[in-house]
């Protein structure tokens, strides 16, 4: 008899959360394993843009996203650090769909949570080792406990514990770049436009301003040179007045939000160059496990989300005996993609922070960054992913 493959998720963030939910969709069983003693995320905002909203939406997941999104629209532009308009932010697909959605990142993990089945997530669970044969794939737990699958995904973040077990050698690239991130209550800054992403990009920093929590809330972000190469961590406080200093002189707009800043959170900025293998037999690697990235295309998340669709899809189509051959698909399918978005995040960035010697040309470039996003919205992985499945059935 054949047999649909079981599936264990290590980490329980966005990526391992969403998969789970698609893996489910198509069938099949599955456990997520997470170490934090209770789900969550720091009160900061994501962009979730529509090539990932529309696998969002085949989850049921559209309302949700309607609910706990602030739709931000074709008002969305950069800027110059004086608050000179350069170009509109492209927000819809190639299609002219709109689907780009500023949200907290706390709404997202708890309404994707909150869609899995009962006992489908473990908390309190840290792997710390892997092994495999022909039969099975086995997760060892800090607590003593132990997890078999016909499938193992490590969705465990930029620090992975298992992607050693796929590729020893990576090491995170500290890009000298801190973020300063929190969220302003909506009453505080009563006439700031709720419906844009508006993007400053200034000499050697750049400034992001978008809703969140249906536009009840502003999240900021202000990303700043730095020599101290902290540990990538969401935890460190960081001095609001420090961050004032940082854009003094710049648009007033700016100042505004900053007046109300009373706490905020720092997080330096790393990535890994792309990696040649995501997968060894029974594991495979996903988001930011697989492909951690500058935040400077806002990917990072959306392309988790593509990852979980594109597994779900070719993975619930396989004999649990065709579980390897099905990882090794999911792997071609997405690994040459990412690699060109975790490139490109890269290049915008130096952009973003005006490391050019012509900002007319500068400007120019960030205007006709429209046409890229166009694509990479328009982006639907399923199909794709369909036909994958289907040569591995031939
Ligand atoms: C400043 C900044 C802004 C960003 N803005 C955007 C944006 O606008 N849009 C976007 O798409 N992306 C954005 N990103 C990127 C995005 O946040 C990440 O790419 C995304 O959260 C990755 O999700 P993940 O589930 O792969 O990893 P994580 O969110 O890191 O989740 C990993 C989970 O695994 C758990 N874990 C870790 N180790 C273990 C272990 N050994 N055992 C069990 N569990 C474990 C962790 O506790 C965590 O819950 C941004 C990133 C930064 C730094």
């Known amino acids: 008899m054949p047999s649909r493959p079981s599936v ?7 990526g391992g959360l969403f998969a789970a939910k698609a893996l489910i969709a198509h069938g099949l069983r599955v456990s997520v394993y997470e170490q934090a003693s209770a789900l969550g995320e720091i009160g900061a905002g994501v962009l979730v843009t529509p090539n990932a909203v529309r696998h969002l939406e085949r989850l049921s997941l559209g309302a949700a996203v309607e609910k706990f999104g602030a739709r931000v629209g074709a008002a969305s532009c950069y800027l110059r650090h004086d608050g000179t308009p350069i170009a509109p932010v492209q927000v819809s697909d190639a299609h002219g769909w709109n689907a780009t959605f500023g949200m907290h990142r706390a709404d997202l993990v708890a309404f994707l949570a909150d869609a899995l089945p009962a006992a489908t997530v473990r908390t309190g669970h840290r792997a710390i080792d892997f092994e495999q044969d022909d039969k099975v794939a086995r997760v060892r737990f800090a607590n003593g406990a132990t997890a078999e699958a016909d499938v ?3 969705a465990d973040g930029i620090h992975s514990e298992l992607r050693p077990f796929v590729h020893p050698h990576s090491s995170p690239v500290f890009h000298g770049t801190i973020s300063y991130r929190g969220l302003i209550p909506r009453e505080r800054l009563p006439n700031w436009p709720m419906d844009r992403w ?19 809330m502003v999240n900021y972000v202000g990303f700043v040179p730095t020599d101290e190469e902290m540990k990538e961590s969401w935890s460190a406080r960081g001095d609001p007045a420090v961050l004032r200093r940082e854009f003094a002189g710049w648009d007033p707009r ?28 029974r594991l495979t690697l996903l988001g930011d496990a697989a492909h951690p990235m500058l935040p400077h295309l806002g990917q990072g998340a959306n392309q988790s989300i593509e990852d979980g669709m594109a597994l779900a899809t070719i993975l619930g189509g ?7 051959a099905s990882l090794l698909a999911y792997e071609r399918l997405r690994r040459d993609r990412v690699a060109d978005i975790q490139r490109g995040a890269r290049q915008n960035g130096l952009r973003l922070d005006s490391a050019c010697t012509d900002l007319t040309l500068r400007d120019a470039e960030l205007a006709a960054h429209a046409e890229f996003r166009k694509h990479l919205y328009a982006y639907d992985v399923v199909p794709p992913a369909r036909s994958a499945a289907a040569a591995l059935l031939q």
Do not use: K
Not at 318 to 324: F, Q, R, T
């Open 8 to 14: 264990v998720i290590v980490g329980g963030g966005i």
């Open 152 to 154: 193992v995904v490590a």
């Open 198 to 216: 508006q993007m400053w990009a200034g000499p050697s920093r750049h400034f992001l301003v978008f809703p969140v929590r249906h536009g009840t």
């Open 254 to 281: 700016i100042g505004a939000v900053l007046d109300q800043v009373d706490e905020t959170f720092r997080w330096a900025l790393y990535d890994r160059e792309p990696l040649p293998a995501w997968t060894s037999g």
């Open 318 to 324: 396989a004999d649990a005996s065709a579980a390897p």
